[in-house]
């Protein structure tokens, strides 16, 4: 495809379930990045792969998040038990070249998922 | 931990009026400085970007930034503003590889 998609679009969940979000990023695109954003506040951190590694998951905010790209593509943002807290917009975010020393590539985002959680 | 500040969270403008965003980072190495907007149901999308060279940065649809290393700053600026350019801004900085840190975004009106 030509951009970052992601799916669902809109998701409801119930305090205590389980969600999965799914991303795809740009075709050939080595870095992924999730960030989760706040009403009214900018994206925050949450991890990113090169490839199918996972580099950096400082900015889960618990053991309930989980997130893999197990084939160097697609990757899957899971939250378990899901909390009110959790209810934010979550992006998705890859680029071509590898996000390593001072110089990061352009990020390309996708639409998000809104998560709301009652 | 790098942080970002925008200073302006709501601007309200008329078309031609002059624009300048805040942002101001801290950390005290050697940065990248982002500046991305989201126009109304739209994704984030890259406005502009500094890595190194000619501190004043010109990107898309006639903006430019300025990266003052005194300052910690990279504001954004545009002479003269349009309608079409309502939208939120955020500014971000990356010190170390992959992880960005964005500032909670100036929502821009531009009155016709």
């Known amino acids: 495809g030509a951009g970052v998609s992601q799916s669902p679009r809109y998701k409801v969940a119930k305090r205590g379930q389980d969600v999965a979000l799914r991303c795809d990023p740009i075709?050939?695109?080595?870095?992924l990045f999730w960030y989760q954003q706040a009403l009214g506040q900018g994206p925050e951190f949450l991890t990113y792969?090169?490839?199918?590694?996972?580099?950096?998951k400082s900015g889960l905010p618990s053991d309930r998040f989980f997130a893999e790209r197990p084939e160097g593509s697609v990757s899957t943002l899971k939250i378990q038990r899901t909390q009110q807290e959790d209810s934010a917009v979550y992006l998705c975010?890859?680029?071509?070249?590898?996000?390593?020393?001072?110089?990061?590539?352009?990020?390309?985002f996708g639409p998000g998922t809104r998560l709301t959680v009652l | 931990a790098q942080s970002v500040s925008q200073h302006n969270h709501h601007v309200i403008l008329s078309e031609a009026a002059s624009l300048e965003l805040g942002c101001n980072y801290s950390?005290?190495?050697?940065?990248?400085l982002f500046w991305y907007v989201q126009y109304p149901g739209q994704h984030l999308q890259l406005l502009l970007k500094?890595?190194?060279?000619?501190?004043l940065v010109k990107g898309i649809k006639g903006f430019e930034a300025e990266f003052i290393k005194s300052k910690f700053s990279f504001n954004l600026r545009k002479p003269s503003v349009q309608w079409s350019d309502t939208a939120e801004y955020f500014c971000?900085?990356?010190?170390?590889?992959?992880?960005?840190?964005f500032g909670d975004g100036t929502t821009l009106t531009v009155k016709p």
């Open positions: 500094y890595f190194s060279g000619d501190p």
């Open positions: 075709s050939g695109h080595v870095s």
């Open positions: 975010a890859s680029s071509p070249g590898l996000a390593g020393g001072l110089r990061t590539d352009t990020q390309y």
């Open positions: 971000a900085v990356n010190a170390y590889a992959g992880k960005s840190t």
């Open positions: 792969f090169q490839n199918e590694a996972q580099l950096d």
């Open positions: 950390y005290g190495g050697t940065v990248n």
